[in-house]
């Protein structure tokens, strides 16, 4: 049957990497919209805090794998402190 799905990249073919603007993206309450529910590839939402120690530990692996994975998926980073509405 058909994929409904938008084609991306797969993930477990080598991909050349992206640049980190392209796949990497700091959101607010507003671009919430924008940049995931009108994505065209799929999401990954990481809701994080300054303060959280393991936050900051996994915040630039996710990077790294978002750039890696060449365009195949979207980070976008929501600061839970400054995005309330979001993180609740």
């Known amino acids: 049957a058909p994929s409904l799905l938008p084609s991306a990249p797969r993930l477990n073919a080598p991909q050349k990497a992206a640049k980190k603007s392209e796949v990497v993206f700091e959101a607010t309450s507003a671009q919430i919209q924008r940049l995931v529910l ?41 600061n839970s402190d400054n995005e309330r509405p979001v993180s609740t």
Do not use: H, N, Q
């Open 38 to 78: 009108e994505s065209p590839v799929p999401v990954l939402l990481d809701v994080y805090a300054d303060w959280c120690g393991p936050c900051k530990v996994l915040g630039p692996a996710l990077e790294e794998m978002a750039i890696k994975s060449g365009g195949a998926f979207r980070l976008v980073k929501v």
